[in-house]
């Protein structure tokens, strides 16, 4: 079983920063893809920020430029590193993986962690 286990989450002031990290239980190099998510309150789960095992990555436009997406290969650990923050990125954050198993790719969530900003 592939475990995904996420951290950094808090409250921060409108402006300050956070660094989100995502653990994960097998070699960074059998995730194909990895991605952050959110859902606030009250709203659908939308993409955050996108990275592929090349490094490629993508980001949604409310966060380019805000957030950045990276990954630590010798901690099997992709990170989000948000600044910048504004009150509309509270939301819990989780994070999802494809990797690939045996019989094929297959995804996983974490558990998330949330993230609020306020003053």
């Known amino acids: 079983q592939v475990q995904l286990v996420e951290s950094g989450g808090g409250t921060v002031q409108p402006g300050g920063s956070l660094r989100l990290s995502c653990a994960a239980s097998v070699s960074i190099f059998s995730i194909n893809a990895m991605g952050w998510y959110r859902q606030a309150p009250g709203k659908d789960r939308e993409l955050v920020a996108t990275?592929?095992?090349?490094?490629?990555?993508d980001y949604a436009d409310f966060v380019k430029g805000r957030f950045t997406i990276s990954g630590d290969n010798d901690k099997n650990t992709k990170y989000l590193q948000m600044n910048n923050l504004k009150p509309e990125d509270t939301a819990v954050y989780s994070c999802?993986?494809?990797?690939?198993?045996?019989?094929?790719?297959?995804?996983?969530w974490g558990q998330g962690t949330q993230v609020t900003v306020s003053s």
């Open positions: 999802y993986a494809i990797v690939a198993r045996h019989w094929g790719p297959q995804g996983y």
């Open positions: 990275i592929t095992n090349s490094g490629d990555t």
